[in-house]
Protein backbone atom coordinates (compact mmCIF):
# COMPACT_ATOMS: atom_id res chain seq x y z
CA UNK A 1 0.00 0.00 0.00
CA UNK A 2 1.27 3.31 -1.21
CA UNK A 3 1.79 6.97 0.95
CA UNK A 4 -1.76 8.02 -0.80
CA UNK A 5 -3.38 4.50 -0.55
CA UNK A 6 -2.67 4.61 3.56
CA UNK A 7 -4.43 8.25 3.48
CA UNK A 8 -7.20 7.49 1.85
CA UNK A 9 -7.51 4.40 4.22
CA UNK A 10 -7.06 6.23 7.01
CA UNK A 11 -9.33 8.49 6.41
CA UNK A 12 -12.02 5.98 5.31
CA UNK A 13 -10.61 4.08 8.61
CA UNK A 14 -12.15 7.59 10.57
CA UNK A 15 -15.12 8.23 8.98
CA UNK A 16 -15.99 4.59 10.07
CA UNK A 17 -15.29 5.56 13.28
CA UNK A 18 -17.14 8.85 13.51
CA UNK A 19 -20.08 6.54 11.87
CA UNK A 20 -20.02 4.35 14.38
CA UNK A 21 -19.97 6.86 17.51
CA UNK A 22 -22.38 8.78 15.93
CA UNK A 23 -25.34 5.17 16.08
CA UNK A 24 -23.85 4.32 19.42
CA UNK A 25 -24.16 8.18 20.59
CA UNK A 26 -27.41 8.33 19.45
CA UNK A 27 -28.77 5.03 21.09
CA UNK A 28 -27.57 6.38 23.86
CA UNK A 29 -28.97 9.55 24.24
CA UNK A 30 -32.74 8.71 22.50
CA UNK A 31 -32.78 5.48 24.54
CA UNK A 32 -30.61 4.35 27.33
CA UNK A 33 -30.71 7.76 28.98
CA UNK A 34 -34.62 8.55 29.05
CA UNK A 35 -36.12 4.85 28.97
CA UNK A 36 -34.10 4.04 31.72
CA UNK A 37 -32.70 1.00 29.99
CA UNK A 38 -29.85 -0.43 32.49
CA UNK A 39 -27.38 -2.97 30.52
CA UNK A 40 -24.40 -4.46 31.92
CA UNK A 41 -22.01 -1.76 31.20
CA UNK A 42 -19.21 0.38 32.93
CA UNK A 43 -22.28 2.95 34.48
CA UNK A 44 -23.24 -0.42 36.03
CA UNK A 45 -20.19 -1.45 37.73
CA UNK A 46 -19.63 2.26 38.66
CA UNK A 47 -22.01 1.49 41.00
CA UNK A 48 -20.29 -1.39 43.05
CA UNK A 49 -16.96 0.60 43.07
CA UNK A 50 -19.28 3.12 44.26
CA UNK A 51 -20.00 1.34 47.18
CA UNK A 52 -16.36 0.36 48.63
CA UNK A 53 -14.93 3.79 46.90
CA UNK A 54 -17.26 6.55 48.46
CA UNK A 55 -16.14 8.95 45.14
CA UNK A 56 -18.24 10.54 42.54
CA UNK A 57 -20.15 8.36 40.35
CA UNK A 58 -18.77 10.64 37.32
CA UNK A 59 -15.04 10.41 38.29
CA UNK A 60 -15.81 6.30 39.02
CA UNK A 61 -17.05 6.14 35.11
CA UNK A 62 -14.04 8.26 34.43
CA UNK A 63 -11.60 6.30 35.85
CA UNK A 64 -12.78 3.00 34.79
CA UNK A 65 -13.05 4.21 31.13
CA UNK A 66 -9.59 5.28 31.29
CA UNK A 67 -8.52 1.94 32.93
CA UNK A 68 -10.23 -0.38 30.42
CA UNK A 69 -8.48 2.43 27.77
CA UNK A 70 -5.06 1.70 28.99
CA UNK A 71 -5.42 -2.02 29.14
CA UNK A 72 -6.87 -2.11 25.26
CA UNK A 73 -3.93 -0.34 23.94
CA UNK A 74 -1.83 -1.90 26.17
CA UNK A 75 -2.98 -5.56 24.74
CA UNK A 76 -4.15 -4.46 21.08
CA UNK A 77 -1.96 -2.04 20.04
CA UNK A 78 -1.14 1.53 19.48
CA UNK A 79 -3.12 2.15 16.76
CA UNK A 80 -6.38 0.32 18.67
CA UNK A 81 -5.40 2.79 21.64
CA UNK A 82 -5.29 6.09 19.36
CA UNK A 83 -8.57 5.40 17.37
CA UNK A 84 -10.77 4.39 21.21
CA UNK A 85 -9.39 7.92 22.67
CA UNK A 86 -10.90 9.59 19.46
CA UNK A 87 -14.11 7.49 19.89
CA UNK A 88 -14.19 8.89 23.69
CA UNK A 89 -13.75 12.52 22.84
CA UNK A 90 -16.08 12.45 20.40
CA UNK A 91 -18.74 10.19 21.77
CA UNK A 92 -19.67 13.28 24.79
CA UNK A 93 -19.57 15.79 21.94
CA UNK A 94 -21.99 13.87 19.86
CA UNK A 95 -24.46 13.13 23.08
CA UNK A 96 -24.17 17.05 23.43
CA UNK A 97 -25.57 17.56 19.99
CA UNK A 98 -28.12 15.32 19.31
CA UNK A 99 -31.86 16.55 20.24
CA UNK A 100 -33.53 14.23 22.43
CA UNK A 101 -36.78 13.50 20.88
CA UNK A 102 -39.70 12.47 22.82
CA UNK A 103 -41.69 11.00 19.86
CA UNK A 104 -38.86 8.64 19.17
CA UNK A 105 -39.80 7.08 22.54
CA UNK A 106 -42.62 4.00 22.16
CA UNK A 107 -45.08 3.56 24.92
CA UNK A 108 -44.04 0.12 24.54
CA UNK A 109 -40.30 -1.17 26.40
CA UNK A 110 -39.69 -3.61 24.16
CA UNK A 111 -40.04 -1.35 21.05
CA UNK A 112 -37.48 1.15 23.16
CA UNK A 113 -35.31 -1.87 23.92
CA UNK A 114 -35.25 -3.02 20.37
CA UNK A 115 -34.67 0.38 18.45
CA UNK A 116 -31.88 0.61 21.11
CA UNK A 117 -30.13 -2.37 20.23
CA UNK A 118 -30.17 -1.88 16.70
CA UNK A 119 -28.47 1.80 16.88
CA UNK A 120 -25.97 -0.06 19.50
CA UNK A 121 -25.19 -2.58 17.53
CA UNK A 122 -24.60 -1.14 14.40
CA UNK A 123 -22.17 1.28 16.11
CA UNK A 124 -20.32 -1.02 17.84
CA UNK A 125 -20.13 -3.59 14.78
CA UNK A 126 -18.84 0.09 12.72
CA UNK A 127 -16.48 0.70 15.49
CA UNK A 128 -14.74 -3.04 15.55
CA UNK A 129 -14.46 -3.44 11.36
CA UNK A 130 -12.10 0.31 12.04
CA UNK A 131 -9.90 -1.88 14.67
CA UNK A 132 -11.88 0.10 17.82
CA UNK A 133 -14.43 -0.16 20.45
CA UNK A 134 -17.09 1.90 22.36
CA UNK A 135 -15.04 1.91 25.18
CA UNK A 136 -15.49 1.10 28.44
CA UNK A 137 -16.45 -2.92 29.50
CA UNK A 138 -16.53 -2.91 25.42
CA UNK A 139 -12.07 -2.72 25.21
CA UNK A 140 -12.18 -5.07 27.84
CA UNK A 141 -14.74 -7.46 25.60
CA UNK A 142 -12.33 -6.72 22.58
CA UNK A 143 -9.59 -7.67 24.41
CA UNK A 144 -10.67 -11.30 25.41
CA UNK A 145 -12.27 -11.78 22.62
CA UNK A 146 -8.68 -11.68 21.07
CA UNK A 147 -6.87 -13.54 24.02
CA UNK A 148 -9.01 -16.27 23.73
CA UNK A 149 -9.95 -16.37 20.17
CA UNK A 150 -13.80 -16.01 20.56
CA UNK A 151 -16.27 -13.94 19.30
CA UNK A 152 -17.12 -10.06 20.71
CA UNK A 153 -20.51 -10.84 20.86
CA UNK A 154 -19.68 -13.82 23.41
CA UNK A 155 -17.27 -11.62 25.51
CA UNK A 156 -19.48 -8.63 25.23
CA UNK A 157 -22.49 -10.68 26.05
CA UNK A 158 -20.20 -12.50 28.83
CA UNK A 159 -19.04 -9.56 30.33
CA UNK A 160 -22.56 -7.65 30.69
CA UNK A 161 -23.98 -10.82 32.07
CA UNK A 162 -21.44 -10.95 34.94
CA UNK A 163 -21.59 -6.80 36.02
CA UNK A 164 -25.77 -7.42 35.56
CA UNK A 165 -25.66 -10.23 38.03
CA UNK A 166 -22.88 -7.94 40.27
CA UNK A 167 -25.66 -4.71 40.54
CA UNK A 168 -28.43 -7.32 41.89
CA UNK A 169 -28.02 -5.26 45.18
CA UNK A 170 -28.10 -1.97 43.30
CA UNK A 171 -31.32 -2.51 41.08
CA UNK A 172 -34.69 -4.25 41.69
CA UNK A 173 -34.63 -8.26 40.39
CA UNK A 174 -37.09 -6.93 36.73
CA UNK A 175 -34.14 -3.72 36.09
CA UNK A 176 -31.39 -6.03 36.49
CA UNK A 177 -33.12 -9.68 34.12
CA UNK A 178 -33.64 -6.98 31.50
CA UNK A 179 -30.38 -5.75 31.38
CA UNK A 180 -28.86 -9.02 31.53
CA UNK A 181 -31.24 -10.09 28.61
CA UNK A 182 -30.50 -6.69 26.84
CA UNK A 183 -26.60 -7.74 27.14
CA UNK A 184 -27.07 -11.35 25.60
CA UNK A 185 -29.62 -9.91 22.96
CA UNK A 186 -26.50 -7.50 21.91
CA UNK A 187 -23.78 -9.69 22.27
CA UNK A 188 -25.93 -12.22 19.69
CA UNK A 189 -26.54 -9.21 17.49
CA UNK A 190 -23.02 -8.10 17.03
CA UNK A 191 -21.89 -11.47 15.97
CA UNK A 192 -24.91 -11.63 13.61
CA UNK A 193 -23.92 -8.06 11.79
CA UNK A 194 -20.07 -8.62 11.46
CA UNK A 195 -20.89 -11.99 10.04
CA UNK A 196 -23.40 -10.48 7.40
CA UNK A 197 -20.38 -7.31 6.99
CA UNK A 198 -18.24 -9.79 6.28
CA UNK A 199 -20.16 -11.72 4.08
CA UNK A 200 -20.57 -8.38 1.86
CA UNK A 201 -17.00 -7.10 2.01
Do not use: W
Not at 35 to 50: D, E, H, Y
Not at 80 to 87: A, D, H
Not at 137 to 147: G, N, Q, R, S
Not at 165 to 192: R, W
Amino acid sequence: MNKRESKTKTFTDYLALSLGTLLVSFAVKQYLIPCRIVTGSISGLSLIVQRLIPLNSSLIVLVLNLVCLAIGALLLGKKFGVRCVYVSLLQPLMMALIPQTDSLISSYTVLNIVFFLISLTLGQCILLRADASSGGLDTIAEVLAKTFHCSSGTTVALIGLIVSVLTLGFYDLKTAVIGAAVTTANGAMIDGVSSLLKGIH
